[in-house]
């Protein structure tokens, strides 16, 4: 179970591939964030892990599937905000 | 959505998440029905070995609430498109030892063309898109790999170099593409299959 991020914080769930690189299923950045800041945060915390991880991975925040916008004058830009749930989602592999 | 549930309910649609064996007794009953003339059942089971090198074991790990919701949302377009009286979908968690079942699908249905087709198709469509991840366990010094569906190869980033489909064509390399593109999707590139000796 993922406790509650403090206060100006969002939570960020690794699943697969991810939480093995990282060596940790979920962890807290500070709120707000813009969505398209996301995966160069996460490489300046674990140096590597956008090239060899996030590029194949879908995001989700709060359970919906998002695009990253690719520039920063891209029209829907989405911020994270505090208390969100986002997670990293390498490729399933059910069955 | 409660984060911790581990089924989920709606009319005629069963779904659920468990560290238990599965058992399909159980399952077949939870879409027994008067009116049906077919109860297919789908047992998916671990196989021993992944291209001929062998697996000692398998680890299954989920993002619990997005994958019931994604479960029980191909369950009621099933249910819907082939006209089912009930579909269940069971998948199992954590360590699941060689030759057990680690997923459970069952349909019933009036008549038993619509209850085969309906099974296959929820079947492909949970492994092409449940949030449910597979990992390998080689046992010794080799440790394990994360499995990846959509391309039968370890989840590995897809090169720059791949083919791509171009975003406006609606066209894909082997004809259109006939579902609508989901919100996130070219997060993970093209699915492609890289054979040897066939790329570029």
């Known amino acids: ?71 920063d004058d891209d029209p829907d830009q989405v911020t994270i905000e505090e208390g969100d749930e986002v997670a990293i989602i390498p490729p399933v592999s059910s069955g | 959505m409660d984060s911790q549930a581990t089924e989920l309910q709606d009319e005629g649609c069963y779904v659920g998440l468990t560290h238990d064996h599965l058992n399909a007794q159980d399952i077949m009953d939870r879409v027994r029905s008067p009116q049906a003339g077919a109860i297919v059942l789908f047992a998916g089971t671990t196989r021993d070995n992944f291209d001929g090198k062998p697996v000692k074991e398998l680890q299954y790990s989920a993002y619990n609430p997005l994958a019931l919701r994604t479960m029980i949302t191909i369950c009621k377009d099933m249910r819907a498109k082939h006209g089912l009286k009930s579909i269940a979908m069971v998948h199992r968690l954590g360590p699941v030892p060689i030759g057990e079942e680690s997923i459970l699908i069952a349909v019933s249905s009036p008549h038993r063309q619509a209850a085969w087709r309906a099974g296959e ?71 492609v299959n890289p054979k040897p000796g066939q790329q570029d």
């Open chain 1, 1 to 71: 179970m993922v406790p509650k991020p403090p206060k100006g914080h969002f939570n960020v769930l690794y699943f697969a591939s991810a939480s093995s690189f990282t060596s940790m299923e979920s962890e807290s950045l500070p709120a707000p964030l813009p969505l398209r800041k996301l995966f160069e945060t996460l490489d300046e915390k674990h140096p590597g892990i956008k090239a060899k991880i996030l590029n194949s991975c879908l995001v989700t925040v709060n359970l919906n599937y998002v695009d990253i916008p690719e520039k």
């Open chain 2, 121 to 191: 198709e929820a079947l492909e469509e949970c492994k092409s898109r449940v949030e449910v991840w597979k990992r390998e366990e080689f046992g010794g010094e080799e440790g394990g790999v994360w499995r990846a569906n959509r391309d039968g190869l370890p989840g590995e980033k897809i090169p720059d170099s791949a083919p791509t489909i171009p975003e406006d064509s609606g066209d894909g390399p082997f004809g259109p593409v006939i579902r609508p593109r989901r919100p996130g999707e070219k997060g993970h590139g093209a699915v």
